[in-house]
């Protein structure tokens, strides 16, 4: 069977072809394994229409990832696949998978869009890839809209999927099993994507080709909730892969695909400590420790003592990023962050004395923020000083503690879901005295007093990576002055051909 996978166009005020979609090489992985000839079509990167691509390899069945900014231009992409060919649709990926507030059926809903997968994919991708194929063994007249026939119910039992039959009555099916023994997963499918088209995972360092930055995800979950994560959309159990299984195909991307830089895309790597003792060891055993590696997302600063954090050094890390959020001490408590200040100002400084480098993740303009906490989380943010501060303006997603805080008591400042993206320096959302203006402000002060200290613009200039990006260094600087244009504003004036 022929298996397109998309990641449809996603016109972001950044560069989003850093790495090469993680789900999708994922998804693409076990439907090789199961057999299938699998092509990616990840439009961030393509030079070939859509349509064209569609015409030459004749997908059977097609699956579109999709977040929350990128829905509609999944659902476009649905129905422009679907004007040339009446074949199942599926879409996965976090936005769907929001069931409190309906955004599964949000997609199927929409004419073009067959069938949804909530949560994680593989095992739902894998049962409805088997039903279309056997399907399409029996049936001479290969069609979605015989698959989706109710008498006949076809998807009737894959446990997490949402879908459509032909008579128009929405389904949504029990959910899904996490998947348990994430070793038994293949590798992600590199080798169906575009390399040499990919900027970098990581656009701060060293300006390494895309084509050798790779991304490694060595567990799946978390079992925290902090209020503005769109994380607890995702199941709460955190697994982990085993030390040897990691290790396996961290050789494979610095021996065989000729890595020089790797990505830890967990969202909570170090919830063991202990396996990350053994992977360290495991990297420095196998003598593959001089590749440098990034915990991209960050690790929970409460588990990143002395001992681990040197012990990674000697594995080759280069630098880790902490969610800190707030400088404020009530706030962190609201966001159910479960850390104090103090362990988060140890957390750095272990991190320094290990000689790592450092990214703090903040966030402007939580519920109940005020002037005075925002000023504080700008402070702590100096007083910590990473070599990043990331600092984001709160947007409240769907499925989160803080999105049903807005519908309760503020009021949303978006247009549509294109708005939910974070780079345009624009309030999401106001509640009581947590005014936008107010937001935007303090949004704009956190990267001036950040970025603008002597001592940073010193230390930044001293560094190779600085003159090396010093085109998107100087953008970024300039945006801290000059605000973007909102997303819905840029669609318009792109729509309407100026
Ligand atoms: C890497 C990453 C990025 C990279 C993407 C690079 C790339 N080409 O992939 C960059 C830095 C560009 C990025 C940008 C943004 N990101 Co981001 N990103 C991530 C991150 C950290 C990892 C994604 C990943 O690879 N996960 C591993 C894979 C295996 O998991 P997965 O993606 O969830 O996929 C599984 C299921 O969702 C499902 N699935 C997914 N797609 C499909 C498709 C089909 C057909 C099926 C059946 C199943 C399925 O099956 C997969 C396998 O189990 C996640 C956090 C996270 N832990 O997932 C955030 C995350 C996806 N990002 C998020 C956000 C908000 C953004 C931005 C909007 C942020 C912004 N600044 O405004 C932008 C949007 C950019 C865009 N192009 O759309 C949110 C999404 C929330 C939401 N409701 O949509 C997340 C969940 C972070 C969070 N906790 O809030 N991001
Ligand atoms: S912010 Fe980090 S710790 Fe909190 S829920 Fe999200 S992934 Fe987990």
């Known amino acids: ?74 659902w476009s992409t649905a ?54 194929d056997r399907y399409l063994r029996d049936q001479p007249e290969f069609s979605a ?39 038994g997963l293949p590798w992600p499918a590199y080798h169906l994507f ?23 995800l060595t ?20 697994r982990a892969r085993s030390p040897e299984n990691v290790i396996e195909e961290w050789r494979h991307l610095v021996k065989d695909l000729g890595a020089l830089e790797i990505g830890v895309l967990d969202d909570s790597a170090n919830i063991r400590k202990n396996r990350l003792h053994q992977l360290a060891d495991a990297l420095i055993d196998n003598q593959i420790n001089h590749v440098p590696w990034i915990f991209v997302n960050g690790i929970r600063a409460n588990l990143a003592d002395l001992d681990l954090l ?16 707030t400088g404020d001490e009530q706030m962190i408590v609201k966001i159910d962050k479960h850390i104090d200040h103090d362990t988060i100002r140890q957390a750095f400084k272990n991190a320094k004395a290990a000689g790592i480098e450092t990214i703090g993740f903040f966030i402007i303009g939580l519920p109940g923020d005020t002037r005075e906490t925002m000023q504080k989380t700008i402070d702590f943010a100096i007083e910590l000083d990473p070599m990043i501060a990331n600092f984001s303006m709160m947007t409240p ?30 309030a999401r959302y106001e509640m009581g005295d947590l005014t936008a203006e107010l937001m935007e402000e303090m949004y704009r ?35 801290t002055v000059v605000p973007q244009k909102e997303k819905t504003e840029l669609r318009r004036a792109i729509e309407a051909g100026v």
């Open 1 to 74: 069977m022929r298996v397109a996978l998309i990641n449809p166009k996603f016109r972001l005020p950044i560069d989003t072809r850093t790495s090469p979609h993680l789900a999708l090489a994922y998804l693409g992985a076990v439907s090789e394994r199961r057999g299938d000839t699998v092509r990616v079509f990840d439009a961030d990167v393509e030079d070939q229409p859509l349509v064209e691509f569609l015409h030459e390899f004749k997908p059977h069945l097609v699956g579109i990832t999709t977040n929350t900014p990128q829905v509609k231009q999944s």
């Open 79 to 132: 129905a422009a696949i679907k004007q040339e060919f009446d074949i199942p649709i599926v879409l996965g990926g976090p936005h769907v998978s929001v069931v409190s507030e309906e955004l599964d059926f949000e997609s199927v809903r929409q004419p073009q869009v067959d069938m949804v997968v909530r949560g994680e994919g593989e095992g739902p991708w894998l049962e409805i890839s088997d039903l279309v």
């Open 145 to 183: 809209k015989g698959m989706l026939n109710p008498e006949l119910d076809l998807f009737r039992e894959v446990n997490g999927l949402s879908y459509k039959t032909n008579d128009g009555q929405l389904h949504r099916n029990p959910d899904g099993q996490v998947i348990a023994d994430l070793d």
């Open 194 to 216: 575009k390399m040499d088209r990919y900027t970098n995972l990581q656009p701060a360092t060293d300006a390494i080709p895309g084509s050798r930055s790779f991304s490694i």
């Open 219 to 238: 567990s799946r979950g978390c079992p925290y909730r902090c209020t503005f994560c769109s994380q607890s959309i995702m199941p709460i159990k955190w």
């Open 310 to 325: 040197v012990k990674l050094k000697q594995a080759g890390l280069r630098r880790t990023a902490f969610g800190v959020e």
């Open 397 to 426: 997603y769907p499925g989160t503690i803080v999105y049903e805080q807005v519908k309760q008591s503020g009021r949303f400042l978006v247009q549509d879901w294109e708005d939910y993206v974070f780079f345009d320096q624009k």
């Open 445 to 479: 002060k956190a990267y001036r007093q950040f970025y603008w200290r002597p001592k940073y613009v010193m230390r930044a200039m001293s560094r190779k990576d600085f003159w090396l990006k010093f085109g998107r260094n100087a953008r970024m600087a300039w945006r």
